[in-house]
């Protein structure tokens, strides 16, 4: 699925909702007087999906991936952030939302990590380079491989029809 806009993206949607959870979990009163740690975690949580957007808006393939490892790296930092909440006696009676927070940004990582798997392998350079004629060829091969696909689906459908002598 082709997007046009981060907006529609899953993994950005998970990345808002983690970072509205962490908002939820820091607005527990065992945050009251840690404000740094609060401030923290809730900018890490933040950047995650604010690195998205941000390398998507670029507009080139090298710099969307160089975001989309930020934005791992955020996910990280909340990750280890959360690792220490569950460490300090004071936050015990959050474990379970804490661990449930963990999972979220482990899930989100794997996402990023798999979309820049598949960006690194991918001969296109970004919205930025495609000239017309470039277009005209991506379109092209689109089209050819739909065209393709018609004849493999028919040719599956009437499998007696192919591969025998018309002399039979």
Not at 50 to 55: L, P
Not at 119 to 138: A, E, H, V
Request: hydrophobic share 35%; with cysteine.
């Amino acid at each position: 699925m082709k997007y046009s806009r981060f907006e529609e993206l899953p993994v950005w949607k998970a990345a808002i909702e983690l970072a509205v959870r962490i908002y939820q979990l820091t607005s527990q009163s065992a945050f009251k007087s840690r404000y740094s740690l609060r401030d923290q975690i809730e900018r890490a949580a933040v950047s995650v999906s604010n690195n998205i957007a941000e390398g998507f808006e670029r507009g080139t393939t090298q710099e969307l991936l160089s975001f989309l490892y930020i934005a791992r790296g955020s996910c990280g930092e909340v990750r280890s952030m959360l690792c220490l909440l569950e460490a300090l006696p004071v936050f015990d009676h959050l474990k379970f939302e804490i661990s449930n927070l963990k999972l979220r940004a482990e899930g989100i990582s794997r996402q990023l990590r798999g979309w820049a798997d598949s960006l690194q392998n991918s001969p296109i350079k970004g919205q930025r380079y495609l000239t017309d004629k470039t277009k005209n060829s991506i379109r092209e091969a689109r089209e050819r491989e739909e065209f393709l696909d018609e004849i493999r689906k028919v040719r599956a459908a009437s499998p007696a029809t192919y591969g025998r002598n018309e002399d039979e």
